[in-house]
């Protein structure tokens, strides 16, 4: 079975403070994806990565930024949390960028920003 | 434009009942995937189906049951003889092959399945 882990499920941050969200998946897998979940909106995609130290842009990358240093580790990074960054964090990953690739997602990591 | 359309935000059924959640995709390529995902109130998104756009044959698995329609772009999500463990968001998504491994979700839709 794919497992993917993230740091934490729930967080409390402050805003104007860096927050590091983490992502280890265990399956070997070249993919893999950040997504915010909010109410209404349904998931939208962040940042995503098919290799090492690989990353492209997703829909709403304004305010964030990611690493991958590791194939199986992937950071999303919010350099000043602000409260409107306050919202459900999801990773995921798939075995190769293709468009056919199951995405596994992680349990994810509900951020509160004061 | 959405690609993903799940107009049905909530919805609420008694145990026992059959409930179908909606899907309708947008897409102007030949190729591509869908799939459904269960979110339970632990927040894990839970891979339930995927199928491609060139087979249209009905799935079933248990009391789960998938009707994919080109025609009408839709691909329902049906559950026969609900259960209060069905309660959850359910999420349909499209990935296409021209933009390659994105997926794109719809708004889900919330089933509450009352005892």
């Known amino acids: 079975d794919v497992k993917v882990t993230q740091s934490s499920r729930y967080l409390v941050k402050r805003t104007g403070e860096k927050v590091f969200l983490e992502c280890v998946q265990d399956m070997d897998h070249e993919n893999m994806f950040w997504y915010r979940q909010d109410p209404g909106l349904g998931l939208r995609l962040i940042y995503f990565?098919?290799?090492?130290?690989?990353?492209e842009k997703g829909d709403i990358p304004e305010g964030y930024s990611v690493s991958r240093e590791k194939k199986e580790r992937f950071s999303l990074i919010l350099e000043s949390a602000s409260t409107n960054q306050t919202s459900m964090y999801l990773c995921a990953s798939s075995l190769v960028p293709q468009y056919q690739e199951t995405q596994y997602f992680g349990p994810g990591t509900r951020l509160l920003v004061l | 434009a959405q690609k993903v359309t799940q107009a049905q935000t909530e919805i609420s059924v008694v145990e026992k009942e059959d409930v179908t959640l909606d899907c309708v995709y947008e897409t102007r390529d030949t190729t591509y995937y869908l799939f459904w995902y269960k979110q339970p109130p632990s927040g894990e998104l839970v891979f339930l189906i995927r199928?491609?756009?060139?087979?249209?044959q009905n799935e079933i698995s248990g009391r789960y049951s998938w009707n994919f329609q080109k025609s009408t772009s839709s691909f329902n999500f049906t559950i026969t003889a609900s259960q209060v463990v069905d309660s959850a968001v359910y999420f349909c998504a499209l990935s296409e092959a021209v933009t390659g491994n994105q997926f794109y979700f719809g708004t889900g839709t919330s089933l509450t399945v009352i005892p």
């Open positions: 990565s098919y290799d090492v130290k690989m990353k």
């Open positions: 199928r491609n756009s060139f087979d249209e």
